[in-house]
């Protein structure tokens, strides 16, 4: 998957990703409660996600249905960062991340065991 998910994609996706399928009318009131956005802000950003290949639109009723899992993008989205900023160094990304912030031991106990599965 080559394309990209915007800030404003990825709260469209957000909902979706959280709801399952859904008609593009429901999604809309939940982007006007959550966000502030109107029917044809929403609407747009739909569309957008289902000419990128994220969502399949299927009638009758207009009925969003995620293409791409929550898990995949993030993957997708860690490596873009890791690539982008650390050089594809785990290392350096993890430091970076594990340096401004208190690990409690039951925190420290999940990473081992997380690097210990690999």
């Keep these: 998957m080559k394309e990209k998910l915007y800030d404003s994609e990825v709260k469209i996706m957000e909902i979706i990703w959280e709801r399952g399928p ?7 009131l939940i982007a006007a409660d959550r966000i502030g956005w109107n ?3 929403t609407y747009t950003v739909i569309k957008k996600l289902e ?6 639109r299927d009638e009758p009723g207009f009925i969003c249905t995620p293409l791409v899992s ?3 993008m993030q993957k997708k989205e860690a490596l873009t960062l890791l690539n982008k900023f650390f050089g ?5 990304l993890f430091s970076a991340l594990l340096e401004e912030e208190d ?3 039951s925190e420290i106990q999940e990473l081992r065991e997380l690097i210990d599965k690999r």
């Design 22 to 28: 859904l008609p593009a009318k429901e999604i809309s």
């Design 51 to 56: 000419a990128k290949g994220f969502i399949r």
């Design 70 to 72: 929550q898990e995949e």
């Design 39 to 41: 029917k044809n802000t």
């Design 103 to 105: 690990l409690t031991d």
């Design 88 to 92: 594809g160094s785990r290392k350096a």
